[in-house]
């Protein structure tokens, strides 16, 4: 298939309200498969707009995209350009993410579905304005090697054998753990008294678990929380302090990030495909 026979279908970032800031923004980057990014407007006179680039429907089809679903290289790499564009997007203006792999047949089926739904990402953008999002997330730390069970051997106490030795440590373990564990409360509670005070809106993840938390601690906590970009220096100093005097506590904050846990947006019921 030649150059000029290639089909197309349009793949959507976010929506966005129309601007040189926008635009500007849009101009710079390659998205998804080194694509351009353009935008899309809506119909009437200050409506929200699709940012979005022309992909082959080779790839991004209903029937490519399930075949891709698979093919991890692949889809790390679409994600990995579509957040690029969200992230180059946020710097310059608000914006609301969409999800992985939104895709229409064309341009005109797009602009439906944002016409449709016009009055909610109208209302959802407003309440994003001038908010970024951080991430928090608490951690019980692995014990030290100091009470872990001993090798078989020779008891290291005279008349304690390595069974009682053995059993001696696990409880020792425990009970590091345990106050760990407690410790991890209170700094839980902490974090959330500061985001009373600073915080728009807060959002529970599912903890990280196995190779997902990067580490051998245990993730225990797992909040994104919305703040506008003013409010967001008081409230990581909070947070970053928070387990200052808890032992066997690791409190990781990061951001400031566009605010996709914030960003629910409505099913696009025109779009074609993609992975949930």
Same mark, same amino acid.
């Given at each position: 298939m030649s150059a000029e026979d290639t089909a197309y279908v349009t793949y959507v970032y976010a929506v966005a309200r129309d601007g040189d800031a926008l635009r500007e923004s849009a101009a710079e980057p390659a998205g998804v498969a080194g694509a351009p990014v353009r935008i899309i407007p809506g119909t009437g006179d200050g409506a929200p707009v699709f940012v979005a680039s022309s992909v082959s429907a080779q790839d991004f089809d209903e029937a490519a995209l399930r075949r891709h679903l698979e093919d991890l290289e692949w889809l790390e790499a679409v994600a990995r350009a579509h957040h690029a564009v969200i992230e180059r997007l946020g710097a310059a203006t608000t914006v !609301?993410?969409?999800?992985? *792999?939104? /895709? #229409? !047949?064309? %341009?005109?089926?797009?602009?439906? *579905?944002? %016409? @449709?739904?016009?009055a909610t990402f109208e209302q959802l953008? *407003?309440? !994003?304005?001038?908010?970024?999002?951080?991430? /928090?997330?608490? #951690? /019980?730390?692995?014990p030290d090697e100091a009470v872990s069970p001993p090798p078989p051997g020779p008891a290291s106490s005279p008349g304690v054998g390595p069974g009682r030795a053995y059993l001696g440590n696990r409880r020792a373990q425990r009970s590091v753990r345990d106050s760990a564990h407690r410790a991890a409360r209170t700094a839980a509670e902490r974090i959330e008294a500061a985001g009373r005070a600073f915080a728009t809106d807060r959002a529970r993840h599912r903890v990280q678990q196995g190779?997902?938390?990067?580490?051998?601690?245990? +993730? /225990?906590? +797992?909040? @994104? #929380? !919305?703040l506008r970009a003013d409010l967001s220096d008081a409230f990581r100093a909070e947070v970053a302090h928070a387990a200052d005097d808890l032992p066997g506590v690791r409190v990781d904050v990061t951001g400031p990030w566009v605010p996709y846990s914030f960003a629910t947006a409505p099913e696009p019921a025109a779009a074609e495909g993609g992975p949930s």
């Open positions: !609301l993410p969409l999800r992985l *792999a939104t /895709v #229409y !047949l064309d %341009d005109d089926r797009a602009r439906e *579905a944002l %016409d @449709a739904d016009r953008l *407003a309440r !994003l304005e001038g908010h970024v999002e951080w991430g /928090v997330k608490i #951690y /019980v730390e692995a190779e997902l938390a990067g580490s051998r601690d245990e +993730n /225990v906590v +797992n909040d @994104a #929380y !919305l």
